[in-house]
């Protein structure tokens, strides 16, 4: 009889420890329970659409309390399955102003600290389509056993130790780096087990995709107008017009470029001048995943990873694909 063995997250984090000579399963035991989460939240994605006709949705549930919404919902998932796992001392995430720090003695210890988009593209929910959770692991600067301070959090994303996201798709997949390559995992509901299905994820070298919100035209920098003109024309490169794919949830946009080849801008435009999308845990996760695929992820002149944070929230442009595709733009860039 032919057997076969899939190889589930849990299996692949312990495998993978050996990778890290000094480590003594920390790191692994935070992204086991980041998975942990993120089944319960794609648990309850799964059943939103269901919650009006069963009758637990509107104003009140049963029990008369009122019914969270699902980003609420899940930077609480998150936030509850860290503190429990001890391995971290404060997170910052898109649902919180400020930082939220672990006061138990277990946490208080921990050297590690999460930056999350608990819920990505959350608008996308009330009408069926792909949404996601985004997070950037760093190690504290400060020591452990003391409260962690805003330094820690404001660190440059080429820092991190570890960064993903989950995407609530068609199928639910969770991928991540801890800096030795990109590997993603299916959820097999079945199991109730992300399952290796994208080990080894390198991005096309170039492609004919490009994602943008082109209704803010009018407003985008010429050297963006540029490039839209660049992409539509038969040129050099590809001989053909690319095509335009944009979902409105980063995370799902750019899990369809990282494996079909195609870059995703998020320019500055007159409603967000310093752009939408948040360096700490939207773009700078993606840009370091980006980076590990063979990709790359830019604010127009700099690198995003080389940006040192003054905020928590901070907003930035944000252009990330193919190493050759960002080439192309930021030459017609100022
Ligand atoms: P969030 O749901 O976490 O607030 O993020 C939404 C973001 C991002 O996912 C998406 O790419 C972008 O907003 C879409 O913005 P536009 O609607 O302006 O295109
Ligand atoms: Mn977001
Ligand atoms: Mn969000």
């Given at each position: 009889?032919?057997?076969?063995?899939?190889?589930?997250?849990?299996?692949?984090?312990?495998?993978?420890?050996?990778?890290?000579?000094?480590?003594?399963?920390?790191?692994?035991?935070?992204?086991?329970?980041?998975?942990?989460?993120?089944?319960?939240?794609?648990?309850?994605?799964?059943?939103?659409?269901?919650?009006?006709?069963?009758?637990?949705?509107?104003?009140v549930?049963v029990?008369?309390?009122?019914q969270?919404?699902?980003?609420?919902?899940?930077d609480?998932?998150?936030?509850s399955?860290?503190?429990a796992?001890?391995?971290?001392c404060?997170?910052a995430?898109?649902?919180?102003?400020?930082?939220?720090?672990?006061?138990?003695?277990?946490s208080?210890?921990?050297k590690?600290?999460?930056c999350?988009?608990?819920?990505?593209?959350?608008?996308n929910?009330d009408?069926?389509?792909?949404?996601?959770?985004?997070?950037?692991?760093y190690?504290?600067l400060?020591?452990?056993?003391?409260?962690?301070?805003?330094d820690?959090f404001?660190q440059?994303?080429?820092?991190?130790?570890a960064?993903?996201?989950?995407?609530?798709?068609?199928?639910t997949?969770?991928?991540?780096?801890?800096?030795?390559?990109?590997?993603?995992?299916?959820?097999?509901p079945?199991?109730g087990e992300?399952c290796?299905?994208?080990?080894?994820?390198?991005?096309?070298?170039?492609?004919i995709?490009?994602?943008?919100?082109?209704g803010?035209y009018?407003y985008?920098?010429?050297?963006v107008?540029?490039f839209?003109?660049?992409?539509?024309?038969?040129?050099?490169?590809?001989?053909?017009?690319?095509?335009?794919?944009?979902?409105?949830?980063?995370?799902?946009?750019?899990?369809?470029?990282?494996?079909?080849g195609?870059?995703?801008?998020?320019?500055?435009?007159?409603?967000?001048?310093?752009g939408?999308?948040?360096?700490?845990?939207?773009?700078n996760?993606?840009?370091?995943?980006?980076?590990q695929?063979?990709?790359?992820?830019?604010?127009?002149?700099?690198?995003?990873?080389?940006?040192s944070?003054?905020?928590?929230?901070?907003?930035t442009?944000?252009?990330?694909?193919?190493v050759?595709?960002?080439?192309?733009?930021?030459?017609?860039?100022?």
């Amino acid at each position: 009889m032919q057997s076969y063995h899939v190889t589930t997250l849990n299996e692949f984090i312990i495998a993978r420890q050996a990778d890290f000579p000094y480590a003594k399963g920390e790191l692994s035991r935070l992204l086991y329970a980041i998975g942990i989460a993120a089944k319960m939240v794609n648990k309850k994605i799964n059943k939103a659409g269901l919650v009006d006709i069963l009758g637990e949705s509107g104003e009140v549930n049963v029990q008369g309390e009122e019914q969270k919404k699902l980003d609420v919902f899940a930077d609480e998932q998150f936030i509850s399955a860290l503190k429990a796992s001890g391995e971290v001392c404060g997170i910052a995430t898109e649902e919180n102003d400020e930082t939220v720090l672990f006061d138990d003695d277990l946490s208080r210890d921990a050297k590690y600290l999460v930056c999350m988009d608990p819920l990505d593209g959350s608008s996308n929910i009330d009408v069926n389509v792909s949404v996601g959770t985004i997070f950037s692991i760093y190690r504290r600067l400060s020591d452990r056993g003391t409260k962690p301070s805003m330094d820690d959090f404001l660190q440059p994303g080429k820092a991190q130790v570890a960064a993903g996201y989950v995407i609530y798709g068609s199928s639910t997949m969770l991928v991540y780096t801890t800096g030795k390559g990109v590997n993603g995992f299916t959820l097999d509901p079945s199991l109730g087990e992300f399952c290796l299905s994208h080990p080894n994820i390198c991005t096309p070298e170039t492609g004919i995709i490009y994602s943008i919100n082109e209704g803010n035209y009018r407003y985008f920098p010429e050297g963006v107008k540029k490039f839209i003109k660049y992409t539509q024309e038969e040129n050099a490169s590809t001989r053909r017009p690319w095509t335009s794919r944009y979902i409105g949830s980063l995370v799902a946009d750019f899990h369809r470029n990282l494996l079909k080849g195609g870059i995703y801008l998020y320019p500055p435009t007159r409603k967000a001048p310093e752009g939408k999308l948040r360096l700490l845990y939207e773009c700078n996760p993606i840009g370091f995943i980006a980076e590990q695929a063979g990709g790359k992820a830019v604010n127009g002149h700099e690198n995003i990873l080389e940006i040192s944070p003054l905020s928590l929230h901070q907003r930035t442009p944000f252009y990330v694909g193919p190493v050759k595709m960002i080439s192309v733009l930021q030459s017609l860039l100022d």
